[in-house]
């Protein structure tokens, strides 16, 4: 993938970044999901963890490895996952179908715990959203695409004092990206404002 082109259009003549052109599993996730609003408690505790699990390896191994995420973590539900014992621990570090990471498994329990403590608080969703900035980037190729921004490093800090974990700046951005806060589709893509949160221009 070359970073400094802009879209490639597909065989459907539609225009969408290099990294979503050709595998079919991360094109229908870049044409149905990513950058689309995810406002529930549990849909932004799942995108959370799943990013986390990310740092370090490619997106679409976690894509495809996200059935058995699932499955695994009991639908990412936070009530379930903040009750996991060592014993928990141990079958998911058992379990052949997730990333195991040790350090990355006992982040989701203590995550999932810290999700259920902020609901008197308003909850997750609405404190990660209240990071929405006044503009979103308009990239046209994928170099103009910042890793983070204020607005992530904030809302980094104010995760990490709520006593959230592997959640650093880079890991908030695109979180932001995946579920709809910013916009970085890239200006020609056919998904550009689409997500309903941003304008197409």
Same mark, same amino acid.
């Given at each position: 993938?070359? %970073?400094?082109?802009?879209?490639?259009?597909?065989?459907?003549? *539609?225009?969408?970044?290099?990294?979503? #052109?050709?595998?079919?599993?991360?094109?229908?996730?870049?044409?149905?999901?990513?950058?689309?609003?995810?406002?529930? @408690?549990?849909?932004?505790?799942?995108?959370? =963890?799943?990013?986390?699990?990310? =740092?370090? *390896?490619?997106?679409?191994?976690?894509?495809?490895?996200?059935?058995?995420?699932?499955?695994?973590?009991?639908?990412?539900?936070?009530?379930?996952?903040?009750?996991?014992?060592? $014993?928990?621990?141990?079958? +998911?570090?058992?379990? #052949?179908?997730?990333?195991?990471?040790?350090?990355?498994?006992? $982040?989701?329990?203590?995550?999932? $715990?810290?999700?259920?403590? *902020?609901?008197? @608080?308003?909850?997750?969703?609405?404190?990660?959203? %209240?990071?929405?900035?006044?503009?979103?980037? @308009?990239?046209?190729?994928?170099?103009?695409?910042?890793?983070? =921004?204020?607005?992530?490093?904030?809302?980094?800090?104010?995760?990490?004092?709520?006593?959230?974990?592997?959640?650093?700046?880079?890991?908030?951005?695109?979180?932001?990206?995946?579920?709809?806060?910013?916009?970085?589709? +890239?200006?020609?893509?056919?998904?550009?404002?689409? =997500?309903?949160?941003?304008?197409?221009?």
């Amino acid at each position: 993938m070359t %970073s400094a082109i802009g879209v490639v259009i597909g065989d459907d003549g *539609l225009a969408r970044p290099a990294w979503a #052109a050709t595998d079919p599993l991360l094109r229908e996730y870049y044409d149905t999901e990513w950058g689309m609003p995810v406002r529930d @408690e549990q849909g932004v505790f799942e995108r959370l =963890s799943l990013e986390a699990f990310q =740092s370090g *390896l490619s997106w679409v191994t976690i894509l495809r490895k996200r059935p058995a995420f699932r499955a695994a973590f009991h639908g990412f539900d936070p009530e379930v996952v903040a009750q996991y014992t060592d $014993a928990q621990v141990e079958r +998911l570090m058992a379990d #052949a179908g997730i990333v195991r990471n040790l350090r990355k498994i006992r $982040a989701t329990i203590s995550n999932a $715990a810290a999700t259920i403590r *902020l609901r008197d @608080e308003g909850g997750l969703a609405e404190l990660v959203w %209240s990071f929405q900035p006044a503009v979103t980037p @308009e990239p046209e190729v994928l170099t103009d695409i910042p890793t983070q =921004s204020p607005e992530s490093v904030a809302l980094a800090k104010a995760l990490r004092a709520k006593g959230f974990v592997f959640v650093g700046p880079t890991t908030m951005f695109a979180l932001m990206e995946a579920i709809g806060i910013v916009d970085t589709h +890239l200006v020609a893509s056919h998904r550009r404002g689409t =997500s309903g949160v941003w304008p197409a221009e």
